[in-house]
């Protein structure tokens, strides 16, 4: 059960990656710090999951530890992550819907723009370790590993619970690993100075946000879901991997009418 649980859980943490706060920091961090460290700023969003992780990873351990005892609130925190989870996908959506208005080839996200000055504008791409730990407190995020911890590791105590968040925190730095790629992709090529590739980049992100709060939002007033959440995690990874391949099949193709063309600039 516990095996069949954590490959569950895996799929969750891919598509908890994809969140587009999460990508919104990653890609704000990913172009901070390209120029200082160019090479290491395409992990940003390896860095970012592993602070992340030690939050996730210590709820996993207090559910382990209190073990039904937590389970008999489960439904009231889950219910109360995912309202705060919809107000804030809402959020970025109109927030990356004035980006687009405004010709901004930066993403939007609403933790990023609550994170201290000092952490937002850092150009380090460690800073990446502090900001995921933030990330970690979210409600959303508790709420989820409370959750997923309880349904399928509480049985087997601190190890069963941590073993779980681990395939959570695996799938979670598999999807911030390829954001953070795909970015310095960006930044790094002169098709990034192109408005239609960021432009599907930032529709992209839009476009996934509505669509989690749509989902949410009509489980959340009853509705049923035809399709399990596993599928629903599983198709949301592939529409950031659908845009990952546009991207990099974008900017191969500039790069070699570049090298073709010397003089041509994009």
């Known amino acids: 059960m516990i095996g069949l649980g954590a490959f569950a859980v895996f799929a969750l943490g891919l598509r908890h990656g994809a969140d587009p706060d999460h990508i919104a920091a990653i890609d704000n961090m990913t172009r901070n710090s390209f120029d200082r460290k160019p090479w290491l700023s395409r992990f940003c969003g390896t860095i970012f999951a592993g602070g992340h992780s030690i939050m996730v990873l210590s709820i996993a351990a207090l559910v382990g530890l209190m073990g039904t005892h937590l389970g008999k609130y489960g439904d009231t925190i889950e219910t109360i992550g995912t309202w705060v989870s919809i107000a804030v996908l809402v959020l970025i959506a109109l927030l990356n819907l004035r980006q687009l208005r405004s010709g901004d080839v930066r993403i939007a996200g609403v933790k990023t723009r609550l994170m201290p000055r000092v952490l937002r504008e850092a150009t380090s791409p460690w800073v990446a370790l502090p900001v995921g730990l933030l990330f970690g407190f979210g409600f959303e995020t508790s709420s989820q590993i409370l959750t997923y911890s309880v349904a399928f590791g509480v049985r087997a105590g601190v190890a069963g619970a941590l073993?779980?968040?681990?395939?959570?925190?695996?799938?979670?730095?598999c999807t911030d690993t390829l954001d953070s790629v795909l970015v310095h992709r960006l930044v790094s090529d002169r098709a990034s100075l192109r408005t239609t590739t960021m432009r599907v980049w930032i529709w992209s992100v839009t476009t996934v946000a509505l669509a989690v709060a749509a989902y949410e939002l009509?489980?959340?007033?009853?509705?049923?879901?035809?399709?399990?959440?596993?599928?629903v995690s599983f198709a949301i990874v592939a529409a950031l991997l659908v845009v990952f391949v546009y991207v990099f099949a974008s900017t191969k193709r500039d790069r070699t009418q570049t090298s073709t063309n010397p003089g041509t600039i994009s």
């Open 163 to 173: 073993f779980v968040g681990a395939m959570f925190c695996l799938g979670m730095i």
């Open 218 to 231: 009509a489980q959340v007033l009853g509705w049923q879901s035809p399709v399990p959440d596993l599928y």
